[in-house]
C-alpha cells in the first residue's frame, strides 16, 4: 500500500542523509512492469499500474523535500509494451537495452552532483 511505501520511503531516505549528503543520493522511479508479458502475474495491471504511478509520486515528493535527486524512468519503462527486446528473457525485467536507456536519463543527473 502507498502508505506503507510512504513510511518506508522516509525511514530509508532519513537513513541514507545520516551518512551522506543529499547531493551523493539518486533516487530513481519503478519501472511499469504491468506492460510485460509477466506483469499480470502479479495481480490486476490496472491496478498495480495506478500504485506505480502513486509511489514514484511519493518517491519524488519525499525525496525533493530532502533536496535528494530523483530520475522518472517510467516512460521509458512504458515502451516495452510495444518493444519486447526492452525487456529480459523471463519475460518481466528491463533488458540491457532498457537500462542502457535508463542511464542515459541517470547519468547527467549523477554528472550534475558529481560536478562535472
Same mark, same amino acid.
Not at 73 to 102: E, N, T, V
Given at each position: 500500500? +502507498?502508505q +506503507? $511505501?510512504?513510511?518506508n520511503?522516509?525511514?530509508?531516505l *532519513?537513513?541514507?542523509?545520516?551518512?551522506?549528503?543529499a547531493? #551523493?543520493?539518486?533516487?530513481i522511479a519503478?519501472? *511499469? @512492469? +504491468?506492460? +510485460?508479458?509477466?506483469g499480470? *502475474? @502479479?495481480g *490486476?495491471? #490496472? #491496478?498495480r499500474h495506478?500504485?506505480?504511478?502513486?509511489?514514484?509520486?511519493?518517491?519524488?515528493? #519525499?525525496?525533493?523535500?530532502?533536496?535528494i535527486?530523483f &530520475?522518472?524512468?517510467?516512460?521509458?519503462s512504458?515502451?516495452?509494451a510495444?518493444?519486447?527486446s526492452l525487456?529480459?528473457?523471463?519475460?518481466?525485467?528491463?533488458?540491457?537495452a532498457? $537500462?542502457?536507456?535508463? &542511464?542515459?536519463?541517470?547519468?547527467?543527473?549523477?554528472?550534475?552532483l558529481?560536478g562535472?
Amino acid at each position: 500500500p +502507498t502508505q +506503507t $511505501y510512504e513510511a518506508n520511503v522516509m525511514t530509508i531516505l *532519513d537513513a541514507l542523509l545520516a551518512r551522506l549528503p543529499a547531493d #551523493r543520493i539518486v533516487t530513481i522511479a519503478i519501472p *511499469d @512492469y +504491468t506492460v +510485460t508479458p509477466a506483469g499480470a *502475474d @502479479y495481480g *490486476d495491471p #490496472r #491496478r498495480r499500474h495506478d500504485g506505480i504511478v502513486a509511489n514514484n509520486v511519493v518517491m519524488e515528493q #519525499r525525496a525533493g523535500e530532502r533536496k535528494i535527486a530523483f &530520475v522518472d524512468i517510467f516512460d521509458l519503462s512504458l515502451r516495452a509494451a510495444d518493444d519486447r527486446s526492452l525487456l529480459a528473457a523471463d519475460g518481466l525485467h528491463p533488458s540491457r537495452a532498457q $537500462y542502457a536507456l535508463w &542511464v542515459e536519463r541517470i547519468l547527467p543527473v549523477v554528472e550534475r552532483l558529481l560536478g562535472r
